[in-house]
């Protein structure tokens, strides 16, 4: 059974950093694409960002370009969020998702974690 | 590419027809992927490459369309169909998706 399982969301004030984990069980985990997707609260969904599963060709949205740096570890089956200058309008719970195939850079997500919720607050 | 969604709400009832609408501003080919997400649960996918159905998704769910116009249509709704749908594009690296349709009975 495929599993993801967010974790690292706090509550924080504006300007500071974080890092949220997302650790992956029950596929090849190294042969696939892994995207982040946020929802603020009461929002709709938004895509953050993508790391193919090479870490190569790393992609973000541009709300978070340059903030934002996604990476992953095949040796621990984990992709992680590094979040630096966080607003209040990061605010949001945080999704990682896995494309349908693999060896697939761009494609629908099949596979979702529970989330976890980063708060930030002054 | 921006998508955009109509309505962004609705209200019918059990065992209506209900179709919601997803436009992209660019052609995106086939790239589409309809979400499902209902009250406080994570969204789930139900449709995908614009007209497949997710394997366990309920027939009465189907999509269609290509290029920039698509549809996502709803048989006969039923209770648990009560949620917020989302499409999302998928041809081009920025995943976009739409601003949703929350469905109500």
């Known amino acids: 059974e495929v599993q993801m399982v967010e974790s690292g969301g706090v509550a924080l004030q504006p300007g500071e950093s974080l890092r949220l984990s997302c650790a992956a069980s029950?596929?090849?985990?190294?042969?696939?694409?892994i995207n982040w997707v946020r929802q603020a609260p009461g929002k709709g969904l938004e895509w953050i960002s993508f790391i193919t599963w090479d870490g190569g060709a790393p992609y973000y949205a541009d709300s978070v370009k340059g903030r934002f740096t996604i990476s992953r570890d095949n040796s621990r089956n984990s992709v992680y969020l590094q979040m630096n200058s966080l607003r209040a309008e990061d605010t949001a719970v945080y999704y990682c998702?896995?494309?349908?195939?693999?060896?697939?850079?761009?494609?629908?997500?099949?596979?979702w974690g529970q989330g976890t919720q980063v708060t930030v607050s002054s | 590419i921006q998508m955009t969604q109509s309505p962004s709400s609705l209200s019918a009832s059990v065992g209506d027809r209900v179709t919601i609408t997803c436009r992209a501003s660019?052609?995106?080919?086939?790239?589409l992927a309809w979400y499902q997400q209902t009250p406080g649960k994570v969204p789930k996918v139900l449709i995908y490459a614009a007209s497949t159905l997710q394997s366990g998704v309920p027939s009465r769910f189907s999509g269609s369309g290509s290029g920039t116009d698509f549809t996502l249509t709803i048989s006969s709704l039923q209770p648990e169909d009560v949620a917020t749908y989302y499409c999302q594009k998928y041809n081009s690296a920025l995943l976009t998706f739409g601003g949703g349709t929350r469905v109500e009975i």
């Open positions: 660019q052609d995106i080919g086939n790239h």
């Open positions: 998702t896995k494309v349908r195939e693999e060896w697939l850079v761009l494609g629908d997500f099949d596979s």
């Open positions: 029950g596929f090849n985990f190294n042969k696939y694409t």
